[in-house]
């Protein structure tokens, strides 16, 4: 059974920082490529970034662009999400997920939810101007 536990949302102010961490357990780690997706009230879920299983590539919204970026730590089992420059527009549940790749698969970035496997149960993250 794969768990994913989010941490780190929280109340920020506009153009402040927040680092969001997701801890997987229940498979080797190593084997997942990782998102995060964000739902703010009364809107569908959307991507906001991806990270490959092999770390060495990531993609990202275009909204969130050269503001957020997703890093990975195999011996921790952990996801990142470092967020700067928050705008109120980025309020939002942000939820991490997971999906198992084969190592020929060790490049590619899932980019759409329906992709994922396993989801987090979500975090909170309000900015306030």
């Known amino acids: 059974q794969v768990q994913l536990v989010e941490s780190g949302g929280g109340l920020v102010q506009a153009g402040g920082s927040l680092r969001l961490s997701c801890a997987a357990s229940g498979r080797t780690f190593s084997s997942f490529a990782m998102g995060w997706f964000r739902q703010a009230p009364g809107k569908e879920r959307e991507f906001v970034a991806a990270?490959?299983?092999?770390?060495?590539?990531?993609y990202y919204a275009d909204s969130v662009k050269g503001r957020f970026t997703i890093s990975r730590d195999n011996a921790k089992n952990t996801v990142y999400l470092q967020m700067n420059s928050l705008k109120p527009e980025d309020t939002a549940v942000y939820y991490c997920a997971a999906v198992t790749l084969d190592w020929s698969l060790s490049s590619y970035i899932p980019k759409s939810e329906t992709e994922y496997d396993y989801w987090g149960q979500g975090t909170q993250v309000t900015v306030s101007s």
């Open positions: 990270i490959s299983r092999s770390g060495a590539s990531s």
